[in-house]
């Protein structure tokens, strides 16, 4: 079974650039079969789907977030990453990776905060 | 593009058998596969249901996930209901490649 593990900065200002990866062990980044995802749920809040890759490079955004955000792959590493620009604190929120194709998967995920 | 409409809460005691819905609002429900999450207070979503009707792992067969076309819903059932039962339900599914999750349904479990 995949595991998938977020990682990056838990505080980031406002303004700035959200970026966190997504290490994935128990197989490849590299499966045809796969997609990778990213998505939130702020603080006592719903989920919401931020985006999805696949490891041939195409990726599909959220709509309402699309102007802000960017999804990548290392395949060396082995992880995808989400970098979010010009965040306030309706950014605040709890992040999930995740896996879909096959049995899905997600990572525990990580809070990060947008604050000054 | 669609939405994914669930009750609010729902209540039921100890015990007895609860069914939680997730209504598509356009397209058919059948399309593309239902996802269903457990959120309990304080901890991070875990699948319970995934490919609409299958058991993630580890989760115990009290649990059944399926689709009524009729109402274009999807269906969470929880039988012989326990207090650890209680927790956040979130169904998802998907259009295109995009997600879509419903807005999830407070079960409390009395």
């Known amino acids: 079974q995949l595991q998938l593990q977020e990682s990056g900065p838990g505080l980031v200002k406002p303004s700035e650039t959200l970026s966190l990866s997504c290490t994935v062990s128990?197989?490849?980044?590299?499966?045809?079969?796969?997609?990778w995802a990213w998505t939130r749920q702020p603080p006592g809040k719903g989920l919401e789907w931020i985006a999805t890759i696949h490891y041939t490079g195409a990726t599909d955004y959220s709509p309402s977030l699309k102007s802000r955000v960017t999804m990548s792959m290392d395949t060396s590493r082995n992880q995808f990453s989400l970098k979010l620009t010009s965040v306030t604190a309706a950014d605040t929120a709890f992040y999930y990776c995740?896996?879909?194709?096959?049995?899905?998967?997600w990572g525990r995920g990580a809070l990060v905060t947008v604050s000054s | 593009k669609f939405m994914l409409n669930q009750p609010q809460s729902v209540s039921e005691s100890p015990g007895k058998t609860v069914t939680i819905s997730c209504t598509r609002t356009s397209g058919s429900i059948a399309s593309n596969y239902v996802l269903w999450f457990q959120q309990r207070p304080g901890s991070s979503p875990t699948i319970v249901i995934y490919e609409d009707s299958q058991r993630y792992f580890g989760v115990p067969d009290r649990f059944s996930g399926s689709l009524d076309t009729s109402s274009n819903s999807a269906s969470l059932t929880i039988s012989g209901l326990k207090t650890e039962d209680e927790a956040d339900y979130y169904c998802?599914?998907?259009?295109?490649?995009?997600?879509?999750f419903g807005g999830g349904t407070k079960l409390t479990v009395l």
């Open positions: 998802q599914s998907y259009d295109g490649n995009n997600w879509v």
């Open positions: 128990g197989g490849s980044v590299a499966r045809s079969s796969h997609y």
């Open positions: 995740a896996s879909i194709g096959g049995i899905p998967n």
